[in-house]
């Protein structure tokens, strides 16, 4: 049974990391970057996690989805520090107009700005897709879609977008 672990530990350099966690219905011992027929948040990528309670909802979801395997949560350490110097990083630290407006365009399929290795942001999750559906489709407006996603209490996803990105991370262990 994976162990509560910090959120941080000691990277080789003595620089802070940070644990993320992966939920599927197979242990991911070399992820890669899948390209999904859903549209996904911040597009085709490998998602993290530096929540493990968010990483076991993925891994049930993905488990029953797919019906086979078992739930299983993969622990990668990322030094993010180091990343930062490295890679193009886009960080959006809350549910904001731009997070919303870049959620849209990419499950919308239609974002074309900037490449990013590595995005990091709230996740839209199964209790806010209500509310950003309605601001696609114009039901609500961006004012009003931000006003309802304020008080969720949102878990961050870290989405590797390219190997460059994947490369940094360094697998720690599973759960299943």
């Known amino acids: 049974m994976l162990k509560m672990l910090q ?15 992966h939920g599927s219905n197979v242990e991911v011992l070399n992820p890669k ?13 490998f ?7 968010q990483a ?8 029953m989805r797919r019906k086979t395997g078992k739930p ?3 622990f990668y350490e990322f030094d993010e520090d180091s990343a930062k110097d490295k890679l193009n990083i886009l960080c959006f630290e809350k549910a904001e107009k731009e997070w919303l407006n870049f959620v849209a365009e990419n499950r919308r399929g239609v974002y074309k700005g900037v490449k990013y290795d590595i995005i990091i942001g709230p996740v839209a ?13 114009g039901n609500v407006d961006e004012d009003t879609a931000l006003l309802l996603l304020n008080p969720q209490k949102l878990s961050d996803q870290y989405a590797f977008l390219t190997v460059k990105g994947l490369k940094l991370l360094r697998t720690g262990g599973i759960e299943e």
């Open 7 to 21: 959120n941080q530990f000691e990277s080789k350099k003595g620089q802070l990391a940070v644990i993320l966690y």
């Open 33 to 45: 970057i899948i390209v999904s027929n859903r549209a996904l948040d911040f597009g085709a990528g």
């Open 47 to 53: 998602y993290t996690t530096s929540d493990p309670e």
């Open 56 to 63: 076991r909802r993925w891994a049930q979801i993905q488990t």
């Open 72 to 74: 299983t949560i993969t």
């Open 125 to 137: 999750n199964d209790r806010t897709m209500q509310v950003i559906n309605d601001y696609m489709i």
